[in-house]
């Protein structure tokens, strides 16, 4: 309905920005960032805890402290390098476990009716027990190269659910987006799973005797060589998975403008995680060809990490695009990412 102003004008009604694609104005008032920052925080934190965990793994102190959740029966670690690096492994655990769980509560209060918030803060905190369990099996059991691979399966799963939980609480919730899930979106999904699956092969290679069983680089032997041995082999078909995964990526780099031309926040999500790219490449040839320290693997896994949840962001952005309308009819379904809105006043006889 048209409204009046004092001079006798009419303007019509104003848009509804709290839309959500469609379905109603959204339930989260735009007035709360502070909950948006603390799903970010949780992020960060968790990024946090996994590249705590790789200076663990380099430094030896998987056991440092042999009991759990004491270190050596006692609260408070002895000053010893490997059990202090434990027990501040433990520490960043449990403060990634409070925020976990309060990210939960706080999603189910706030945005319990858009589910791909409510769904991922969810997720994290079955993920986040299971972590826990297998941290606890990993010290009973001792370390063993598939138990700590396990252990990193779990951490980086939570890692993905807590940024897509910030990722969808900053994008979906208020916004003319929908899920539309095309090549693109189809190819962001599919780096991203190939990227989960080269760290744990990479984690598995650095726990296992494959490590060093291929001295030279990007092949074997001279470089150009074929692996002769089966630890050689699985160090092989690790860098062969980091470059399918750098094809997918520059793929999505290529294809961004033309698939996506209406996402600003894209081209920096992409050139943010070219970066992180180059330098993992980088720090992963130098540990095998000038044997740089070995704290550096630690640092190989942490920017390996930060790739990954650029990808779970970047996924994101891709499976909810902007939408030229938010109008969507039984027959024709959202609108495609960058297609031109239907003229208002024509419509179909």
């Known amino acids: 309905m048209a409204i009046p102003t004092s001079r006798g004008q009419k303007v019509g009604p104003r848009p509804d920005h709290g839309t959500t694609g469609g379905e109603g ?3 989260v008032p735009h007035g709360e960032p502070w909950i948006h920052s603390l799903f970010v925080v949780t992020a960060v934190a968790t990024l946090v805890l996994i590249a705590v965990g790789g200076v663990v793994r380099v430094s030896g102190s998987g056991l440092g402290c042999p009991d759990w959740p004491t270190c050596h029966g006692q609260i408070v670690p002895p000053l010893v390098l490997q059990a202090v690096i434990e027990y501040t492994h433990r520490f960043v655990a449990s403060i990634v476990s409070l925020l976990v769980i309060l990210s939960a509560v706080y999603a189910w209060l706030r945005y319990r009716r858009d589910w791909w918030v409510v769904v991922p803060a969810s997720v994290a905190v079955v993920a986040l027990i299971i972590q826990v369990a297998l941290g606890a099996f990993t010290v009973a ?21 807590v940024t897509a939980t910030a990722a969808a609480a900053h994008w979906t919730v208020g916004s003319p987006r929908r899920l539309y899930v095309d090549g693109y979106a189809a190819l962001a999904l599919g780096t991203m799973l190939l990227t989960y699956l080269l760290m744990l092969v990479g984690s598995f290679v650095t726990m296992s005797t494959a490590a060093y069983a291929c001295a030279a680089w990007p092949l074997c032997g001279n470089g150009i060589q074929l692996p002769t041995d089966q630890p050689a082999t699985l160090n092989l078909l690790h860098r062969i998975l980091v470059g399918i995964a ?22 920096g999500y992409l050139w943010t995680g070219l970066a992180l790219l180059a330098g993992q490449i980088a720090i992963g040839a130098g540990v095998v060809l000038w044997r740089v320290p070995p704290f550096t693997a630690a640092l190989h896994l942490a920017v390996g990490a930060a790739f990954f949840g650029d990808l779970v962001a970047i996924a994101v952005l891709a499976c909810f695009p902007q939408v030229a309308s938010s109008l969507v009819t039984a027959d024709r379904g959202p609108e495609r990412p960058g297609r031109p809105a239907a003229k208002p006043g024509l419509s179909r006889s």
């Open 246 to 267: 750098t094809i997918g990526f520059l793929a999505l780099v290529a294809r961004s403008a033309s698939a996506r031309p209406a996402e600003p926040s894209l081209k």
């Open 25 to 27: 104005p959204s339930r």
């Open 141 to 161: 059991l001792e370390l063993t190269a598939a138990l700590v691979t396990a252990h990193l399966a779990t951490a980086l799963f939570l890692f993905a659910t």
